[in-house]
């Protein structure tokens, strides 16, 4: 299913906005101390989640607003639910951050790695661990709304030309929507959307 202008516009904002996420993320990496990981992890984790926090805050509102506007233009009416704004859990990203930074960087070292190979491979898992996160304000904001909407058959995935066969498989299967896709499946490094479908 080719996806609506209005809808491929809000993919390419939550792109934006996780490429914003990454950059981000990169630049306060310097605070994992290679020399004292246990002890400068806490203080990264400090700087990072909060990064991840307003990302995953901003995806969901955008979201939102996508919302509204989309079930307007295919319903030709503004009432409907509120959209349902997806929580944030602090402890879950904190573990999905260290798990593929500062966890994969002693994997990657005790694996014999050079300092810089590790160092490149975390930070780019990091990266993509959080991003993930950052997005799935958005893609949770519309899966849960769509759930709650009487008028909505369930959200199809929409994907870039360059996804993963994962995702593509996914979006193959059209509109979805049961108790289990309420969560939107998204992978580290994932920037697929989603998109209301309507009776």
Same mark, same amino acid.
């Given at each position: 299913? !080719?996806?609506?202008? $209005?809808?491929?516009?809000?993919? $390419?904002t939550q792109?934006?906005?996780?490429?914003?996420?990454v950059a981000q993320l990169l630049a306060v990496w310097n605070l994992v101390d290679i020399e004292d990981l246990d002890a400068s992890t806490g203080v990264w984790?400090?700087?990072? @989640? &909060?990064?991840?926090?307003?990302?995953?805050?901003?995806?969901?509102?955008? !979201?939102?607003?996508? $919302?509204?506007?989309?079930?307007?233009?295919?319903?030709?009416?503004l009432a409907g639910p509120i959209p349902s704004i997806a929580e944030f859990d602090p402890r879950r990203v904190a573990t999905s951050l260290t798990v593929t930074g500062p966890v994969a960087l002693k994997s990657a070292m005790a694996r014999g790695l050079p300092l810089i190979q590790a160092d490149d491979i975390a930070r780019a898992r990091m990266a993509a661990a959080g991003l993930r996160q950052a997005l799935d304000g958005g893609r949770e904001t519309v899966a849960a709304t769509v759930a709650a909407d009487p008028q909505a058959v369930g959200y199809a995935r929409v994907t870039s030309g360059k996804a993963c066969q994962f995702c593509s498989m996914l979006a193959d299967r059209g509109a979805v929507y049961s108790?289990?896709? @309420?969560?939107?499946?998204?992978h580290?490094?994932?920037?697929?959307?989603?998109? &209301?479908v309507y009776r």
């Open positions: 299913m !080719a996806a609506a202008p $209005l809808t491929e516009a809000h993919r $390419l792109n934006r906005l996780g490429a914003q996420t984790l400090q700087a990072a @989640v &909060p990064i991840v926090r307003a990302q995953h805050r901003q995806s969901a509102q955008l !979201a939102a607003g996508y $919302l509204r506007t989309f079930r307007a233009t295919q319903l030709g009416t108790d289990d896709s @309420v969560h939107f499946e998204a580290d490094g994932c920037s697929c959307s989603a998109e &209301p």
